[in-house]
């Protein structure tokens, strides 16, 4: 992985191509490069630097070409070196752009070589490119129909010959391929954001299709080679999520714009109701059926999962179940028909979380939900109900506004199937709906606090570890507070129930490591304080983030940051926020690049 964009056109594509790659640069990278057809032959760019820098060297270079593919490369078969960086060619006739794992890529690679085949690089992509040279028979598109069947694994691939002007041929398998539709020109990416200043027409392509791509028309066959017509889908670009404004990083912008997010997320959420998941006859029998609720997410959107189980059950009064997706895929589990399995994911194209998904309707589990931040994505356009979050497009790799408009979701999702149990009545209900609406302010209050964060950032920007405390649904908060820490100021942080602190976390405990502590003003803070003290007798440093009334001090080893809120339901948003402003500021003042930490990707669409 990470971001695949090409283009056929009547014209030099190479500038805008180049542009469309910059707009997937949010997703990570550590290398990119270009290959164009240029009278009759291959050429190719890359390099172990940023998109401008490529850019500036197509320039240079005079670079131009109606026919033309780019990547950016995430490493994961081999190291970030430009002989790795795609595309990947074999001799002068085939190139290959690629995102995903071959899995049989050695077997491959061994009959590739007995058929007299050089491997220059490290890549699975390598093989992809030979396998399809050793194939071609001046027919690309037939050619890769060949080819893929031969690949185990994930892939999306966008594939050049030199033979064959103005012909762009791609095929997907388990990683994400969408067709931009123009004029006298014609593109593909990754995702519709690398395209949003060229089209707003798109059609995306399913697990199993080989498209052929000319300027004037797109053919598609499926997985048994039959020519099928995907559907033409109009998806608007956000252009203004893409500038900074005021903000000094993304990461930092996306944090000041969750009471917007979350104001757009429950937008028009005036009354609780099955409808809110799709068509509201569907949706009312698919909630009816549900018995117990499963939660799949990766990293950030497990914890929203795990924050949604206490909603789940102690709201609703419905079993819930939180599974990491790398995890539960592969396990044996017991299944039960009736389980409502939700599928939680910013992007919508996690591997792992969508094998989940796969997983469990094969079992039999077919009542299935997808909370997504993306409507077109694979995930939501698989199942049968979805709640769209409304964040807009996030470009730092670490999740801020995703993470809490998927609670949002999540409480939702609660409320509906409390409702449906007979568990809250009207007034309840109304309730709810009021504190929800008003979290956009209280969000707005919990960013006021950064000049005091800021204050903690300075202390934290010198240590190598830290521990993270919350009890009940704050452990979950807890656990994302040390991921965010962990993610852009690489300190190693954990976090922990307060009440296993003696357990084992407590033997490392140090007067240099700090411990922030979750402390709401609910029914556990008197156990939670007593967590504290076993903290201050071991000599830790406390850093509490306590409810507006509590009866704490701050000293010398406790620094203390007031938050104001009232220990309901919805305080984990409310608390998650400071942490997540700590986690930029301590990154901010350790040098880091907090938009592209570093080794990580924003979509990861690979296993």
Not at 65 to 85: D, F, K, L, V, Y
Not at 166 to 181: D, K, T
Not at 338 to 364: F, K, W, Y
Not at 574 to 603: E, M, T
Request: with cysteine; proline share 4%.
């Amino acid at each position: 992985m990470c971001g695949i964009v090409g283009a056929s056109g009547l014209h030099n594509q190479v500038p805008q191509l180049v542009n469309a790659l910059s707009r997937l640069e949010y997703r990570g990278y550590d290398s990119c490069g270009i290959a164009v057809q240029d009278e009759g032959r291959l050429r190719s760019e890359r390099t172990l630097r940023r998109v401008a820098d490529l850019q500036d060297r197509v320039l240079t270079l005079g670079l131009e070409a109606q026919t033309c593919i780019a990547h950016t490369r995430w490493a994961t078969h081999g190291a970030p070196s430009e002989m790795n960086a795609h595309p990947i060619m074999s001799g002068d006739t085939i190139a290959v752009v690629h995102n995903g794992i071959i899995e049989n890529h050695d077997a491959l690679r061994a009959e590739l070589k007995e058929r007299g085949y050089t491997f220059r690089g490290e890549t699975d992509t390598e093989v992809i490119a030979h396998l399809i040279h050793s194939l071609y028979r001046d027919d690309l598109f037939d050619s890769v129909r060949h080819a893929v069947k031969r690949l185990h694994g994930a892939y999306a691939i966008a594939v050049l010959s030199a033979r064959e002007p103005q012909r762009l041929v791609a095929a997907r398998a388990g990683s994400p391929l969408v067709i931009g539709i123009g004029a006298e020109q014609n593109y593909l990416a990754s995702d519709c954001a690398a395209l949003g200043d060229l089209t707003d027409r798109f059609v995306y392509l399913e697990d199993g299709d080989v498209a052929l791509i000319t300027p004037d028309r797109i053919d598609v066959v499926d997985a048994i080679g039959s020519a099928v017509q995907r559907p033409l889908c109009l998806v608007k670009a956000r252009d203004n999520d893409a500038a900074l404004g005021p903000y000094q990083h993304f990461m930092q912008k996306e944090i000041f714009e969750q009471p917007k997010a979350i104001a757009a997320t429950i937008d028009g959420i005036d009354a609780i109701s099955p409808a809110l998941f799709g068509g509201s006859d569907s949706a009312r029998a698919l909630l009816s059926k549900t018995r117990s609720v499963l939660l799949l997410g990766c990293g950030t959107s497990y914890y929203a999962g795990l924050t949604a189980k206490y909603w789940l059950e102690g709201i609703a009064g419905i079993p819930a179940q939180v599974e990491i997706a790398s995890e539960y895929r592969y396990r044996d589990t017991v299944p039960d028909p009736r389980t409502l399995v939700v599928g939680i994911s910013q992007s919508g194209e996690t591997a792992d979380t969508i094998g989940a998904i796969e997983r469990a309707r094969a079992m039999g589990q077919d009542l299935s939900m997808a909370i997504c931040n993306v409507a077109t994505s694979s995930i939501a356009r698989g199942a049968p109900l979805s709640f769209l979050t409304r964040a807009g497009i996030e470009l730092g790799v670490a999740s801020t506004k995703a993470f809490t408009t998927q609670l949002v979701a999540l409480f939702v999702l609660t409320l509906t199937l409390a409702q449906q149990r007979g568990r809250l009545d009207a007034a309840h209900v109304a309730m709810h709906l009021k504190k929800l609406h008003e979290l956009p302010a209280r969000i707005g209050h919990a960013l006021a606090l950064e000049t005091q964060i800021m204050g903690w950032a300075a202390k934290f920007a010198r240590t190598e570890n830290a521990l993270f405390l919350g009890r009940g649904i704050h452990y979950p908060i807890a656990l994302e507070g040390a991921l965010k820490l962990k993610e852009v100021s690489y300190i190693h942080a954990e976090g922990y129930p307060a009440g296993e602190l003696k357990h084992g976390p407590l033997a490392l405990v140090t007067s240099a490591m700090p411990v922030v502590t979750i402390a709401p003003d609910d029914r556990l803070f008197q156990k939670l304080k007593s967590n504290m003290a076993e903290v201050r007798a071991r000599g830790g440093r406390l850093y509490v983030l306590a409810g507006h009334h509590l009866e704490i001090d701050a000293d010398r080893d406790t620094h203390l940051i007031r938050v104001r809120e009232s220990g309901d339901a919805l305080s984990p948003i409310v608390n998650v926020i400071p942490l997540q402003l700590l986690a930029y500021h301590v990154g901010c003042a350790r040098g880091a690049d907090v938009d592209k930490p570093r080794n990580l990707a924003k979509s990861v669409t690979v296993e």
